[in-house]
């Protein structure tokens, strides 16, 4: 069984950040309760901020309009009452189930001064943190009250924006937690600044870039879990307001400050006038603790900027109009968040290191001289800590350079500690690509520092349980396994946008083929060229470049199959040709972000298009070479809910498709092979053997190797072949699989020694079990199911060898796109007058609210005799409803698409091509069993179509024929009316219980 443990990197940091503000208690008058809202919730506006840094545990608020009702709920602790949105009556709140945490006070209150309600609270609540809110200048007797309170209760300018209230949050956590976080190794960053006006400037501007790069250095994260927790680990900001202040904090936490962000000018004492010196007093005194500690100062005087880069400080101009760029660049630079720089003692640069992987190739070769003058400081434990690896950091950090009497033995003992460190935590971890990394391992490979985008997100994780499972040693005979894998993260795509200057293609209205022209113009940063370049040494194979952008494989919009992806046989003679194609399949791989499909599909999921980055992944393709090709015996996809179920198959079983070679014959919708990976013996339910054959695979994908020069181009499939199952059969992979129909007899027999049409059902390895294959799929299912809280989808590959061990590939693992709930309800919503149609037989998942026209067969003239002529009527009908672009739902008796004409219509699928939702019912003179079982099951799932099946005369299933003969039709042919509304009916189906219903529409447009 596959583990979904998944503990040792984070040992530690469930910990920290342990005291959070979860209530906020909010003073405002009406009015400014409204001017804070702006007809948009203040709590909503606070959870998007939160969301949008991958944040958690979003404080709720509580709102009382005047200052004695707020002093009174905070005082009571029985369920409190307070005003409504009015502000005239009083009505029950809700109880406040923890005490408050935090108040917001806005300057002005109908009832009191601000410095009298600051009075008070502090007198009944000392250490109840309190910051306060203003439009405009500030009270001095509120600034007096503030400056001579130890404990730093705050005033801010509120500039509308939702992220200064995460950062007083924030702010107000850090405050509490530092002083044991950074007992765990967390870091500290000191601002200092008296103005409120500035300091309400910097501190949004501080957060965002520091949560911003801690994800950046966090994108080895496995799943959204795991980054959580380490954000937690992220630098904590404390705030001081004059010098005193920040003695005290730099004699506490000078050794866990890494860095100093301060103004100029501002007061040595609580109350003081400004001290045009103490930014530069400030400095000084931090570098005689920490020689190497970081500083930023700030001010808006001009001539300032010389005298602070004269000390070897960095400046920041606060009337900048970059003032948040340049905040990053320092910290990037400077603050722990960049490259490790290795210097000697003289301050001249000898190597850089951007990771753990990097770090330790620098320590084999820079001068041992450089490794003690880093050591004598701490330098690689704070570098260490910043990037969250406390362990490894405390474990050099008690090291004295004196302990070893040849210095060499440093450089071996460091060597020792990270090869011990990533040898205990580096299982299954995503590792940077180095040019001379040892080949083999399980690890996957990136180039860059940003994040791994959605796919990437996925295959990390899986790997990192698939390190720690059992589940390779529970099948000896089955290599389970990722596919080698480097990823280009995001930062790469970044780099190539601002080299090229094409950061505006977020505004370009061009067309796919003119976006591509400019991509493939664009050049490849060269450290990621050269680092492609020793890849291929590394990669001989057949090569599948594919999106991994930040959006896609999320929970609520997968983004599956939006992006491009490029497969190149990656075997001309001459390197610099694949290098050369490597290359633009990347850079058609980024284009196709502002392709025009991907663009329109961004936007209605509500994101927006400069919100998207693009990771890539370079994945050797799974499979064997095979003459001129290169394939796997079969792909797959398996999903943990299966919304088109076999009859009696429960959806929760999930299921599965099958295909020989590659999988783009599961993503064209092709004819596949269905099961259920829980009842793998079970067979379709298609009516005849002969059937069963009929709609059997014909054809089958594999990479092209015949053609090495082959020219890349947007559209894809420039290295792909069709052909047919001849060519598998002559490779010895159809035997592995196929059996074969035998006409005489009208039966499949399971093997290929036979004549007949080869049918691929795979049944060796499903009922013969020469792969475990159903049993796989299950672990994976489950895991994937368990560890990401929803139901997912698997998508993998098989190469079988029956004379060594076959390979498993897993390929992807992501969230299975499921349409959100219908919102059908209980039982009795089936029973709701309004309904034109109920179901306890329905089949997909989802809404359908566009449908206008109905095909309907007319109840008195339906004759089984006659359904030939019915077929070729609807067929007329569907060509002029095809023409017009308009869906609609079909509704009718027996069995949709019925061999037999008398069980049914014996429409071809081409008839009723714009069908969108199909309803069958069945009467007194014709009772049969549902169509969705025959060959109608592979368009039902390659179109997502809606099927419900009535039962008539067995409650809750039920046809409104009263309601639909009422309709006057917009055209009648013999037996079938076409019915169009004003209003488009609602069909809503949940997949999960098997229940549909088509609610009524407004008026008839004929009525």
């Known amino acids: 069984m596959i583990t979904t443990r998944y503990e040792p990197r984070f040992r530690g940091f469930h910990d920290l950040t342990r005291w959070r503000v979860r209530e906020i208690l909010l003073v405002s008058t009406v009015y400014d309760a409204f001017v804070l809202e702006e007809d948009r919730a203040l709590g909503e506006r606070l959870t998007s901020e939160y969301l949008e840094l991958d944040l958690r545990s979003v404080p709720r608020i509580t709102r009382a309009s005047t200052g004695r009702r707020a002093l009174g709920l905070l005082a009571r602790s029985s369920p409190d009452r307070g005003e409504d949105a009015g502000g005239e009556a009083e009505r029950p709140r809700r109880s406040v189930r923890r005490p408050c945490d935090l108040v917001l006070c806005m300057s002005r209150l109908p009832d009191m001064a601000a410095a009298e309600f600051h009075t008070r609270l502090r007198a009944a609540h000392p250490r109840l943190p309190l910051a306060f809110l203003t439009y405009g200048a500030l009270d001095a007797g509120l600034l007096d009250a503030l400056a001579g309170v130890p404990g730093g209760d705050r005033a801010f300018y509120w500039h509308r924006d939702a992220s200064l209230l995460l950062a007083i949050v924030k702010l107000v956590e850090d405050a509490r937690n530092v002083a044991h976080d950074t007992r765990a190794g967390s ?20 957060y965002t870039e520091i949560f911003t790069q801690t994800r950046r250095l966090l994108s080895e994260s496995v799943n959204e879990m795991h980054r959580i927790l380490r954000m937690r680990a992220r630098p904590k900001v404390l705030l001081a307001t004059n010098l005193a202040q920040a003695r005290q904090i730099l004699d506490r936490y000078a050794y866990n400050t890494i860095g100093i962000v301060s103004d100029v000018r501002f007061p040595q004492e609580p109350g003081a006038e400004p001290d045009p010196e103490a930014g530069f007093v400030l400095a000084r005194e931090a570098r005689r603790t920490v020689p190497d500690m970081p500083v930023l100062l700030q001010s808006s005087e001009e001539g300032m900027e010389a005298r602070v880069r004269a000390l070897g400080l960095q400046w920041v101009d606060k009337q900048s109009g970059t ?32 990771n753990l992987a990097s770090l330790e190739q620098q320590i084999r070769r820079v001068p041992v001289e450089s490794l003690a003058y880093h050591g004598r400081s701490n330098h690689f434990s704070t570098w260490l800590r910043a990037r969250t690896e406390f362990r490894l950091a405390e474990a050099l950090r008690p090291w004295k350079v004196t302990d070893w009497p040849d210095p060499e033995m440093l450089r071996t003992a460091m ?103 400019r991509f493939l113009a664009g050049a490849i940063p060269p450290r990621t060229r050269h680092l492609l370049r020793t890849l291929l040494d590394r990669f001989h194979d057949p090569l599948a470049v594919r999106s991994s952008s930040l959006l896609e494989d999320n929970q609520v919009f997968p983004f599956s199959g939006v992006y491009s992806t490029y497969l190149l046989a990656n075997n001309h003679p001459d390197p610099e040709v694949r290098l050369f194609q490597l290359e633009d399949a990347i850079r058609l791989v980024w284009a196709s972000m502002f392709f025009r499909t991907p663009r329109a599909f961004v936007r209605n999921t509500g994101y927006r298009l400069d919100e998207e980055r693009m990771a890539v992944l370079v994945q050797v393709v799974a499979g064997s070479r095979r003459g001129d090709l290169w394939y796997p015996t079969f792909s797959g996809a398996a999903r943990s809910l299966n919304v088109y179920p076999f009859p009696g198959i429960p959806p929760e079983e999930g299921a599965a498709d099958l295909a020989v070679g590659l999988g783009t014959a599961l993503a064209s919708g092709e004819r596949v092979f269905h099961f259920c990976p829980a009842r793998p013996q079970v067979d379709p339910p298609y009516a005849t053997a002969e059937e069963y054959a009929a709609n059997s695979q014909s054809a089958f994908w594999a990479v092209d190797l015949s053609q090495p020069a082959a020219e890349l181009n947007q559209a894809g499939g420039f290295s792909l072949r069709r052909l047919p199952l001849e060519r598998a059969e002559a490779d010895g992979v159809l035997p592995l699989v196929a059996s074969t129909f035998v006409p005489e007899d009208g039966a499949i027999r399971d093997t290929v020694s ?40 698997v998508e993998f590959a098989v190469d079988l060898k029956p004379e060594a061990r076959s390979v498993f590939h897993l390929l992807q693992v992501r969230p299975l796109e499921v349409a959100a709930d219908p ?107 549902p169509s969705h079982g025959s060959h109608f099951l592979q368009d039902m799932l390659a ?8 039962r008539e005369g067995r409650a809750p299933n039920r046809v409104d024929w009263t309601f639909l003969e009422s309709v006057r039709p917009l055209e009648s042919t013999p037996h079938v009316h076409h019915l169009r509304f004003e209003a488009p009916l609602l069909v809503e189906i949940d997949g999960r219980s098997s229940r549909g219903v088509v609610r009524r529409p407004g008026k008839p447009r004929n009525a």
């Open 187 to 206: 870091q500290v960053i000191l601002l200092v600044e008296d103005t409120p006006r500035f300091y309400s400037l910097l501190l949004p501007i501080l």
């Open 323 to 354: 003032l948040a760029r340049d905040i990053r660049a320092c910290l990037l630079q400077t603050f722990g968040f960049g490259d490790f720089v290795f210097r000697m003692p003289d301050g001249r640069e000898v190597g850089r290191a951007g």
């Open 415 to 517: 060597l020792d500690a990270i090869r011990a460190f990533t040898h205990s935590d580096r299982g299954g971890m995503v590792r940077e690509y180095v040019p001379d990394l040892p080949p083999g391992g399980q690890d996957l490979l990136r180039i860059g520092s940003g994040s791994l985008g959605g796919k990437g997100r996925g295959l990390a994780f899986m790997n990192a349980l698939l390190a720690r499972s059992p589940v390779a040693a529970a099948h000896e005979d089955v290599d389970i396994r990722i596919p080698e894998t480097c990823i280009l993260c995001t930062d790469v795509f970044e780099s190539f946008l601002e080299q090229n200057r094409l950061q505006d293609a977020v505004a370009w209205d061009l067309d796919d083929a003119a976006v591509a022209r």
């Open 754 to 793: 036979v004549e007949g049409p080869r049918v691929v059902r795979f049944a060796q390895v499903l009922k013969h079990r020469s792969f475990p294959l159903p049993a796989i799929l299950r672990e994976f299912l489950q895991a994937g199911r368990r560890s990401f809280g929803c139901d997912v989808e």
């Open 823 to 929: 919102g059908l309800g209980g039982e009795e919503a089936l029973s709701a007058p309004d309904l034109v149609c109920a179901s306890t037989h329905a089949v997909g998942h989802g809404r359908w609210s566009d449908l206008y026209d109905v095909l309907v067969l007319d109840p008195e003239r339906f004759d089984s005799l006659h359904t030939r002529d019915i077929a070729l009527e609807i067929e007329s009908l569907n060509r002029g409803l095809a023409a017009q672009d308009r869906p609609y739902l079909l509704i009718g008796f027996g069995r949709w698409g019925s061999r037999d004409p008398s069980l049914g219509v014996p429409v071809r699928w081409e008839q009723i091509s714009h069908a969108r939702v199909l309803v069958e019912s069945d009467r007194r003179d014709l009772w049969v069993e």
């Open 943 to 950: 179109f997502r179509l809606g099927f419900l099946f009535v």
